[in-house]
């Protein structure tokens, strides 16, 4: 029994695989995007061959069931965002992502957002919108990924320059949407009238499940609401989110 405990002592470090490491990701996120979330594609491209096998690392190593929800969470939101990078700089140089899909034209595929482009699970190839839609949206209840999810235009919350960290993820998740709302070119508010991103009107659902927008927004804005403050929605700007 004691020769058991030994070996089980000295097996059992081996036997806990080591989650993958987002260093990568985050060492071009400081190298290619300032602090206003613009990003260098153009000195990105030559940075393409790390970037592909971050994500590589990433499908190898995709989350299991003794990951805490925020580590998934954030695995999930910097491979979207890699993604979204990757998805760019394939057809860069573009004016805008939508043009992906629409005057670039790839067969069978309505929007850039479905691409498969990201392979787990024996095969099973993932797109932006399976990732956004059908995990991080369904899996967790967590409005605020709409600002840390970035769709390479100038009217998304703005690119964080470094990487998504478990065990920052709350203080970072805060920090972009109170950001997002403070950025006057994409949100205008006042205590009697808001005019919002449309990110607001299209994702409505997920800022309403605990009570309605504004009691959503208020926490996060130097300015209180009225519970009575007439909405409208800006207009959604897709040019590329480049310096």
């Given at each position: 029994?004691?020769?058991?405990?030994?070996l089980l002592l000295?097996?059992?470090?081996?036997?806990?695989?080591?989650?993958?490491?987002?260093?990568?990701?985050?060492?071009?996120?400081?190298?290619?995007?300032?602090?206003?979330?613009?990003?260098?594609?153009?000195?990105?491209?030559?940075?393409?061959?790390?970037?592909?096998?971050?994500?590589?690392?990433?499908?190898?190593?995709?989350?299991?069931?003794?990951?805490?929800?925020?580590?998934?969470?954030?695995?999930?939101?910097?491979?979207?965002?890699?993604?979204?990078?990757?998805?760019?700089?394939?057809?860069?140089?573009?004016?805008?992502?939508?043009?992906?899909?629409?005057?670039?034209?790839?067969?069978?595929?309505?929007?850039?957002?479905?691409?498969?482009?990201?392979?787990?699970?024996?095969?099973?190839?993932?797109?932006?919108?399976?990732?956004?839609?059908?995990?991080?949206?369904?899996?967790?209840?967590?409005?605020?990924?709409h600002f840390a999810?970035?769709?390479?235009?100038?009217?998304?919350?703005?690119?964080?320059?470094?990487?998504?960290?478990?065990?920052?993820?709350?203080?970072?998740?805060?920090?972009?949407?109170?950001?997002?709302?403070?950025?006057?070119?994409?949100?205008?508010?006042?205590?009697?009238?808001?005019?919002?991103?449309?990110?607001?009107?299209?994702?409505?659902?997920?800022?309403?499940?605990?009570?309605?927008?504004?009691?959503?927004?208020n926490p996060y804005?130097?300015?209180?609401?009225?519970?009575?403050?007439?909405?409208?929605?800006?207009?959604?700007?897709?040019?590329?989110?480049?310096?």
């Open positions: 029994m004691k020769n058991l405990l030994v000295f097996v059992f470090p081996y036997l806990i695989k080591a989650q993958p490491s987002h260093e990568a990701f985050d060492m071009l996120l400081k190298k290619h995007v300032d602090t206003n979330g613009g990003v260098n594609y153009k000195a990105f491209k030559s940075d393409e061959t790390p970037l592909n096998d971050y994500l590589v690392e990433m499908m190898i190593d995709p989350p299991t069931r003794d990951w805490s929800d925020h580590e998934k969470l954030a695995y999930w939101i910097n491979v979207y965002n890699a993604l979204t990078i990757q998805l760019v700089l394939k057809y860069y140089p573009i004016e805008s992502i939508k043009d992906i899909g629409a005057s670039i034209q790839i067969p069978f595929v309505n929007t850039p957002w479905d691409i498969e482009c990201f392979e787990i699970e024996d095969g099973k190839e993932l797109s932006l919108n399976n990732i956004e839609h059908g995990i991080i949206r369904k899996d967790f209840e967590e409005p605020r990924i999810l970035v769709c390479a235009a100038v009217s998304c919350p703005k690119l964080l320059n470094e990487a998504y960290d478990p065990a920052r993820l709350d203080r970072q998740l805060t920090a972009q949407t109170k950001a997002f709302l403070a950025n006057t070119s994409k949100n205008k508010i006042s205590s009697d009238r808001l005019e919002l991103s449309k990110l607001f009107n299209w994702y409505g659902g997920d800022f309403r499940k605990n009570g309605s927008l504004i009691d959503f927004l804005t130097t300015v209180k609401i009225d519970a009575n403050a007439k909405t409208s929605f800006l207009d959604y700007d897709w040019r590329l989110n480049e310096q």
